[in-house]
């Protein structure tokens, strides 16, 4: 099992969670992170940093968001890493509060 990032971190990338990981195992692509799941330790720092709540153990996924395990484990094999908070997309906070994002999601990196 591995923890995963799921849609309301698109657009928005706060980064908070990246200063918490104790493995490093964030990657980032060009509007969301996600975690690498060969990498993650399951310690659930993360959770309650994310000002967007996208972050969520595999079993407490919501259903809506599923497929964000295979979107996580594929794009963690290409995108680079990112192991040190910066500042969060312009137009974050605007974009926190949009529920459906899955149009916005892409396999760019950062
Ligand atoms: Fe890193 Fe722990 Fe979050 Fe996994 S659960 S991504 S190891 S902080
Ligand atoms: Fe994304 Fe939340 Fe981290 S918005 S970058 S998962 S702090």
Do not use: H
């Not at 698109?10 to 799941?37: A, M």
């Not at 993650?40 to 709540?53: F, K, M, N, Q, R």
């Not at 594929?74 to 949009?98: C, L, N, Q, R």
């Amino acid at each position: 099992m591995a923890y995963i990032v799921a849609e309301p971190c698109i657009k928005c990338k706060y980064t908070d969670c990246v200063d918490v990981c104790p493995v490093d195992c964030f990657r980032e692509g060009e509007n969301t992170l996600v975690i690498n799941p060969d990498e993650c330790i399951d310690c659930g720092a993360c959770v309650p940093e994310c000002p967007t709540e996208a972050i969520f153990s595999e079993d407490d996924l919501p259903e809506k968001w599923a497929d964000y395990v295979d979107y996580n484990a594929k794009m963690a094999e290409i995108w680079p890493e990112i192991t040190e908070k910066k500042d969060a997309m312009d137009g974050a906070d605007e974009f926190k509060e949009v529920e459906d994002k899955k149009q916005y999601r892409n396999e760019n990196p950062a």
